[in-house]
Antibody, heavy 123, light 110 residues
Framework: QLQLQESGSRLVKPSQTLSLTCAVS??????????WNWIRQPPGKGLEWIGY???????YYNPSLKSRVTISVDRSKNLFSLKLSSLTAADTAVYYC???????????????WGQGTLVTVSS | QSVLTQPPSVSAAPGQKVTISCSGS????????VSWYQQLPGTAPKLLIY???QRSSGIPDRFSGAKSGTSATLGITGLQTGDEADYYC???????????FGGGTKLTVL
C-alpha cells in the first residue's frame, strides 16, 4: 500500500524559503505514469494546488505560485521535495504531498495523500 | 473566492440521502473530469470519486458522482455519523491552466 509522509521546516521567518520533503513508501516513485504533487490548505480554508513533478523530472507549477516554487525528485531515495521562497504570512498552511492520477493530459485526481505538515510563517 | 462554487454546509438525518453541488464554467467542469474528496476532522483529504463518477478503491457505493454541463454533484445515501466531514470538488481549469478546487462543503449528520 502506497504511503506518503511529509517532513521539513515547521516554522519559517518571512522572506525566507520553506523546504519540505515527501518520502514515498510501499511503491517506487519511478514506476508508472503518476505525477507527484504538492497541495496546501491554510488553516480553516480550502485547498490550493501547488504543482507536480514526474519521475523524469518534468515539472508543472500553479501559475499563481510559479515564480516562487521549485519541486524536485530524488529517485535514489524515493522522495520528492518542495521549496517555496519569499514567504509571507499568507503562506502559512498545512502542506500535503499526494500522488496524482489522470485519464487525460492534465492531473485529474490525488490519491493517496500524506498526513500533512503545518508550516507557520512568523518572525 | 474559489473558482468552483459549493454550498458552505448541508445537513441531513442518519439514513437519509444528501447531495452536494459543485458549480463551475465551460473552462473547468464543462470541459474536464471532476474529482471529489472527503476530509474528516483533523485528517488529510481522501479521494472518493474521480473522472466524474468513478469510485476510488474501497469507497462504498453509498457515494456517487455525476456531472451535467458545468456542474457536478456528489451524492451520499444511507448517511452515517461517520460521514460528517468537509467535502471538496476539484478539476482542471483550461483558462487558468491549473487545478482548481471548490471552497468545501461541511456535512452535518443530525
Amino acid at each position: 500500500q502506497l504511503q506518503l509522509q511529509e517532513s521539513g521546516s515547521r516554522l519559517v521567518k518571512p522572506s525566507q524559503t520553506l523546504s519540505l520533503t515527501c518520502a514515498v513508501s510501499g511503491g517506487s516513485i519511478s514506476s508508472g505514469g503518476s505525477s507527484w504533487n504538492w497541495i496546501r490548505q491554510p488553516p480553516g480554508k480550502g485547498l490550493e494546488w501547488i504543482g507536480y513533478i514526474y519521475q523524469s523530472g518534468s515539472t508543472y507549477y500553479n501559475p499563481s505560485l510559479k515564480s516562487r516554487v521549485t519541486i524536485s525528485v530524488d529517485r535514489s531515495k524515493n522522495l520528492f521535495s518542495l521549496k517555496l521562497s519569499s514567504l509571507t504570512a499568507a503562506d502559512t498552511a498545512v502542506y500535503y504531498c499526494a500522488r496524482g492520477g489522470s485519464s487525460s493530459w492534465y492531473v485529474g485526481w490525488f490519491d493517496p495523500w500524506g498526513q500533512g505538515t503545518l508550516v507557520t510563517v512568523s518572525s | 473566492q474559489s473558482v468552483l462554487t459549493q454550498p458552505p454546509s448541508v445537513s441531513a438525518a442518519p439514513g437519509q440521502k444528501v447531495t452536494i453541488s459543485c458549480s463551475g464554467s465551460s473552462s473547468n467542469i464543462g470541459n474536464n473530469y471532476v474529482s471529489w474528496y472527503q476530509q474528516l476532522p483533523g485528517t488529510a483529504p481522501k479521494l472518493l470519486i474521480y473522472d466524474n463518477y468513478q469510485r476510488s478503491s474501497g469507497i462504498p457505493d453509498r457515494f456517487s458522482g455525476a456531472k451535467s454541463g458545468t456542474s457536478a454533484t456528489l451524492g451520499i445515501t444511507g448517511l452515517q455519523t461517520g460521514d460528517e466531514a468537509d467535502y471538496y470538488c476539484g478539476t482542471w481549469d483550461d483558462r487558468l491552466s491549473t487545478v482548481v478546487f471548490g471552497g468545501g462543503t461541511k456535512l452535518t449528520v443530525l
